[in-house]
């Protein structure tokens, strides 16, 4: 079995910067493309930035230039750097891994989110 654990959420002012982290463990042999989305109550989930298993990075427009999506795969896990945050950035971010277990199955899986609000 897998897991995800998300971390680094919280309260931050407009222009700040926050770090969200997100881990994998369990059984894994291979993680692929690691991503970063983010839902408002009420709306859709949004793609917010991707990073492959060769380190190919690509975001959401809204997102270009302020965040970095990084990985670190001794560790399994992947980290987003937020930038200049704006009061729209304000979401539950949730950290979404496709992955190859053990048995060498191709399965994909979600953390749980965690609460960034930007407000002064």
């Known amino acids: 079995q897998v897991q995800l654990a998300e971390s680094g959420g919280g309260l931050v002012q407009p222009g700040g910067s926050l770090r969200l982290s997100c881990a994998a463990s369990g059984s894994i042999f291979r993680i692929d493309e690691m991503n970063w989305y983010r839902q408002v109550p009420g709306k859709e989930r949004e793609f917010v930035a991707r990073i492959g298993s060769d380190g190919t990075t690509r975001y959401a427009n809204s997102t270009q230039g302020r965040f970095r999506i990084f990985r670190d795969n001794a560790k399994n896990t992947v980290y987003l750097r937020m930038n200049s945050l704006k009061p729209e950035d304000t979401a539950v971010y949730h950290c979404?891994?496709?992955?190859?277990?053990?048995?060498?199955?191709?399965?994909?899986?979600w953390g749980q989110g965690a609460l960034v609000t930007v407000s002064s």
């Open positions: 979404n891994i496709h992955y190859m277990d053990r048995t060498y199955r191709n399965l994909e899986l």
